[in-house]
């Protein structure tokens, strides 16, 4: 085993302001969109007679039902819609914390 020293920083505890990176969050979201949707068609695919994710689909524009195109359709939604959420929560986030924090 490895001899490993911690070492603290005194200028770490100095308050600096909260930034978020639009860019990560953005594509943070969209990849979440994107699984979801996939698990939720996955979900639709496998067990049919649960209908659970029937109220899912009136949210995704021309998706019909588990056929290619509309699997495609709605990956491309989800990683559009989330990638649009993460870097406006990002930006609201980044100017909210920079007037009030």
Known sequence: MANTTFHTRS??????????SVPVLGATLAVFAAI??????????????WGLHKPWLQFYVGVTGFDPASLLLGTVQSVVFGGYAGALIAAIFNFISRRLG
């Open 36 to 49: 979801s949707f996939l698990l939720c068609m996955l979900l639709g695919f496998v067990a049919p007679e």
């Open 11 to 20: 200028d770490a505890l100095t308050a600096t302001p909260s930034h978020v």
